[in-house]
Every structure is written in C-alpha cells, then in structure tokens.
C-alpha cells in the first residue's frame, strides 16, 4: 500500500500506479486477454494549464510499461478528456464507460474493445483509486 | 377463440389499491388490445417502482451489463420462431396497415440489426471542433454546423418519457435501449396506431434481465388525456416525442408549463436527388430499382419517405425516361413488398385524376399510373417548386438541370428538411453534401436507405443518446457511407434479397 501522497498528474504518480496495478490480481486475472496501450491524456481546464499525457503499456494482465510523455508518442487506444474528468475518475466519482457514453471522455481505437473489457477498466480504475493522491 | 394482447407493462410485483381497470377494444381476425385505465395512483406507483428499479440496477450492475443483455433481447427477437415475434406478425399488420412482408423484411430482419451489442452507440457525444468538415463516423461521415452552445444538460436523468408517433415502427423498443445507455428510467407513451410493439419488447428484457426491464413502464393513453400526460411530465427530467403539427404545439405547451426539457421530432420533409452521372444506360435500372424501394418503404409514412425526386439532366437517360424505369420497378417491388390495409386508394386515385388532366390539357406532365391504382409516378416539369407529395407510394419526379440547383428549391424549407435519398458520385457529394446540410437537411442516405438508420447517425440534427442529457445549438449532418459507390452495390444486393424475381409473374 502506498504510504507517501503523491501529485497527481506525474511521472511519479504514473510509475506507482504501475507498481501497484502489478500487484493487483484480480486486474491480472480479468485482464488476462488485453493486449494494448494506452496513452491517458489529460487535457487542460480552468485547474490544469498544460496537456499532460501517460503512456501505459497493458499485456494481459500486467503492466509492462508506464511514464509520463516527454514529445510524441503513439498508441493503440488513447483515452482522453479534461483534468476535472480525471479527476472524477480516479477519485471513483465517474465510471470510464458512463463518461464515454456521455462524450466527457472520448476513445480513438476501438472502443468496442474496451467494452468487452469493462472489468478490465474498472480494476484499472480501482487501483488509481487506491493511490493518495494531492491535485 | 378471441386473441387478447396487452399493450402496457410494468413490474407484474406492483400492487394497487384498487383494481385496476382495463378497456377492450377488437380490433378483428378474433384480436383484441387491452389497455389499463390510468389514475393517478396508479401512475405514482409505475413512476415509484421503475425510479426504485433504476437504482437498485445502477448500484448491482454496469454498462457492459446492459449491453449484454439488449444483445440477447435482440437474439430473442431474431429469431423468426421467437414467441413475441409470432404475436407482433400476427397483431402489426392488423393494427398498423402495413402489410406483413413489409413489417417482417424491412421492419424486423433491419431494425433488431441496429440494435445489436456492436452497432449500439457507445460514445454519445463527439466534439463539434473536431467535425467542421464531413469526417469518418461509424461507416460514414459527419459534420457539425453551428455552434455547441449548451442549452440543457443533465448527465444523470433519473426519469425519460417518450411519446412515440405511430409512423415509426419499433420506435418505442429504440427509446428504452436508449435510455438504459444513460441509465435512466423510462415511461413510453405507445401509439394508438401501433400500440402492441413496445410492450412485447418490454416483456422480451423481462425474460432476459428482469430488473432492467423493471425500469421500464409503458403505457398506452391518448393524447387528449390531460391527467395522464400533466402527471407524467411532472414526473420526467427529459421527454422525447415525435409527432405532427398538433402534437408538437401541445407538448411544447405542456413541456413549458411543466419547465421539463423537450426533445421533440415533427414534420420533416424529405427527398431524393439523382445525379447524371448515374443515368448511364447500365446503371440507370438499378438506381431505379434502389429509388423504387424509398418510394414503398413504409408506404411512404415515415418524416423519411421521399416526398419527391430530383433527376439531374444531361446522362443517358432523361428524367423523363426515369420515371418510366421507376414505374416498371414500383410495380416489382410492389409484390414483394405489398401495401397494406391502409392503402391511400384515395390519394393514388386523386393523383391520377389531377395529373390525367394536366396531361391532357397538354402541360408538360407524364403520368405512369399502376394499373391497379397502388402507386403513382408522376412525370411533372410544369411546377418546378418542391411540393409534398400525397405519399402512399405517389411520387414526383422532376427534372434539375444541376444538383446544386435544389438548394434554392429547398431552402425555403430550412429546419423541416430531414432525409436526402442520393445517387451522387463521391467527387461531387461532398459539395453538395455541404449546401443541403447548411439549408437544413440532417441525413444524406444513398437510395434506398432511406428509411434505414444507423445507430451512429444523428436523428434530425442531434445524436439520439447526447439528446437524452445535453441539449445545444449545434446541427450535425451525416452521410451514410464512406464510398457511395460500394454502398449502392451493396444495398442492390440488399434489395434483390427482398425483391426477387422469383415474385414476378412467370412469362408465359
């Protein structure tokens, strides 16, 4: 369990949230068929000033890669909306799938995918959750 | 021995206080409807249970739940041997007019297809600044015009009415999947010209998941009960309701004294537009056999039937020689897919008699009448305005010397366009695409999907699930296929699989 509280969003954040996703078994078990990554952007707000993008690198079930980007970077998917959203979700104020449906967070790849991997989604959720976290 | 069909549900588990009371009305072949009289006790206990069942599902369920679940409704449903699908064959044709071939080829084998897990909208609401040119969107393009200025937005309604228009099959089972996409409860108000449908559907997610189908009421009342309708509205976060002229003045009023949003649909006009470059000599018989199909869909009662058509000069075949094609492959399509109770004998026949005269008197008018007087094409250059069209399978055409040329006749017509049936080529369909979108027109369909929505498109400018918790300014515009030209191959393959000549008499 993570003792310290850490600014949320960096690269520290994004390097504990790895560590603990790979400690997280029920993630390794639901997620055991995902093959794919992410780039998480965080978009600016009235709290957020400047465009703030995580890479993850999801392999069924564990997380093999996870930093904050520097410059340009591709992905399968990339899962983005504004800071206020994020912050929403990692305090579990918000479900991935209802923000999607509600256009406050939006998907390039295929978001069918990350449908069928809802549970997936929601442990990635969770272990975010976990995490203290200051804004 | 006498048929009764409900045409209401809730939760059987509710109790009322009285008995509750029930009407009946034979509607022959040996079928009756029964529908519940409606008291205020009665709604406040429909209204009670599915806003207790909305959350007791949102607090043990999720979305992908119930996805899953409208999958296998739809399974159900596909399946021609399913028992509420016997019941609807049996009732639809009595109660609607359309005629079984109709309900069962267009209506059920199209519409449980758009209702399937993956073609079911996941994302509700796109950026307007990433859409102000045509771009992809599902297997087509969109763009949006105006500005996203929010007028209402609620991301958590807890109460959805619908009121559905009887012209619209299957309209009712669309608004409930909706709903449970942004986890609201929902009352549909049925139509008294197809009453039957919603509550079969209701009944179907009762046997796959029985607390989702909970969240559902549907109630069938009139339109004048003022009780009914006061009680609802104040009962409702958002009420959606398609409907004519009467409709829309009546439920605005009720929605404004009520303060609840309304997203209403009314009158549209639609049309088709036929570019040159498809009047080639091979290729002119099958745009006519695709626009054959627009013009019997639904017999034309849909605010997405062609009420004209707009035939470009200058290909092979003139507008004239069209119509003549297009009345050879109405008759075809006719016996496949025939008219139903509800013929319009009277609007074909008064059609004819209009348009004989004008042809007689020497106007530049051709008539290509059935000889049986179930559809009518008519040839007209003498009035070059758009005009409705008397619908039940009574079609226009008219001549444009230039696609672009429609804009002025349409224009006039602003936020009452809707469908634009086309035979365009790609190189040219953007352009026009454009000038139609920013006149007022929400759907450009290649011929003979009209009729056929696809769940990414948006419905008369708005996408149908942002619609259920954010309202603005902005008029999105779609077209249906990325590449036109594949589309039409595809949709004459679509269309010979209903049309085949094995219908057509045999020569002899």
Redesign the interface.
């Known amino acids: 369990m993570v003792k310290s509280i850490i600014h949320f969003p960096s690269d520290e954040w994004i390097k504990i949230f790895k560590e603990e996703l790979n400690k997280n078994t029920t993630y390794q078990e639901v997620a055991k068929d995902w093959e794919g990554d992410f780039l998480f952007v965080i978009t600016p707000d009235q709290e957020l000033k400047k465009e703030t993008v995580f890479y993850i690198d999801l392999w069924h079930g564990k997380c093999r890669d996870a930093y904050l980007v520097e410059g340009e970077k591709t992905a399968k998917f990339v899962f983005k909306g504004p800071y206020s959203n994020w912050k929403k979700l990692i305090q579990k104020e918000l479900?991935p799938?209802?923000g999607?449906?509600?256009?406050?967070f939006?998907?390039d790849g295929d978001?069918?995918v990350?449908?069928?991997q809802?549970?997936a989604a929601?442990e990635l959720v969770n272990t975010a959750s976990k995490i203290p976290v200051v804004f | 021995m006498e048929h009764l069909v409900d045409c209401f549900f809730w939760d059987p588990a509710i109790s009322f206080d009285t008995e509750l009371s029930f009407t009946s009305e034979d509607i022959g072949d040996g079928i009756s409807l029964r529908k519940p009289v409606f008291t205020v006790e009665v709604l406040e206990k429909i209204i009670d249970r599915i806003k207790t069942a909305r959350q007791e599902y949102r607090r043990t369920r999720?979305?992908?739940a119930v996805?899953d679940a409208i999958d296998k409704v739809n399974e159900l449903w596909r399946n021609p041997n399913y028992k509420g699908r016997k019941i609807a064959r049996n009732v639809l044709p009595i109660v609607t007019g359309f005629s079984i071939e109709m309900i069962e080829s267009w209506g059920f084998d199209y519409f449980f297809d758009i209702l399937k897990k993956?073609n079911l909208?996941?994302?509700?609401?796109?950026?307007a600044q990433n859409y102000r040119e045509f771009l992809p969107c599902g297997d087509g393009l969109v763009k949006a015009f105006g500005q996203p200025h929010i007028k209402y937005l609620n991301?958590e309604p807890e109460v959805i009415g619908h009121i559905c228009a009887g012209n619209i099959l299957g309209l009712a089972a669309f608004e409930m999947v909706m709903d449970k996409?942004?986890?609201a409860a929902t009352w549909v108000k049925v139509p008294s010209e197809e009453p039957v449908f919603g509550a079969l559907y209701a009944k179907s997610i009762e046997e796959i998941d029985p607390l989702l189908a909970h969240t559902i009421a549907v109630l069938p009342f009139n339109s004048d009960n003022i009780m009914v309708q006061e009680f609802l509205f104040s009962k409702s976060n958002l009420v959606r309701a398609t409907g004519g002229e009467y409709a829309r003045k009546n439920l605005s009023e009720l929605a404004a004294k009520h303060k609840v949003p309304l997203a209403g649909h009314w009158h549209k006009f639609s049309f088709i537009t036929i570019a040159r470059e498809y009047l080639n000599k091979t290729q002119a018989q099958e745009i006519a056999e695709l626009t054959s199909l627009d013009v019997c869909a639904w017999d034309q009662q849909g605010c997405f039937s062609p009420q004209e058509i707009y035939v470009e000069i200058g290909g092979d075949v003139s507008p004239k020689d069209f119509a003549g094609l297009l009345a050879v492959e109405i008759e075809k399509t006719t016996r496949a897919l025939p008219k139903g109770r509800n013929s319009g004998k009277m609007q074909v026949l008064d059609g004819y008699y209009q348009y004989f005269t004008k042809e007689t008197m020497g106007e530049s008018v051709k008539i290509f009448p059935s000889k049986t007087h179930q559809w009518l094409v008519i040839y007209d250059e003498s009035n070059p305005n758009c005009e409705p069209s008397p619908l039940f399978r009574v079609i226009r055409v008219k001549p444009v010397a230039d696609i672009m040329d429609i804009l002025q006749k349409v224009r006039p017509l602003g936020s009452f366009l809707q469908t634009v049936g086309v035979a365009i080529p790609q190189n040219r369909l953007i352009s026009f695409a454009n000038v139609i979108g920013q006149a007022g027109a929400t759907n450009i369909r290649t011929i003979s999907g009209m009729t056929l929505q696809k769940t990414w498109e948006p419905w008369d400018g708005r996408f149908p699930?942002?619609e259920l918790?954010?309202h603005d300014s902005l008029h999105w515009v779609s077209i249906d296929t990325k590449d036109i030209n594949t589309e039409i191959k595809t949709a004459l393959q679509r269309k010979r699989l209903i049309v085949d000549d094995r219908l057509l008499p045999k020569k002899s």
């Open positions: 479900d799938i209802r999607l449906i509600r256009g406050l939006t998907v978001s069918r990350i449908l069928d809802a549970k929601q | 999720d979305i992908p996805f993956e909208p996941l994302a509700g609401k796109l950026q991301y996409l942004v986890d699930l942002q918790f954010e």
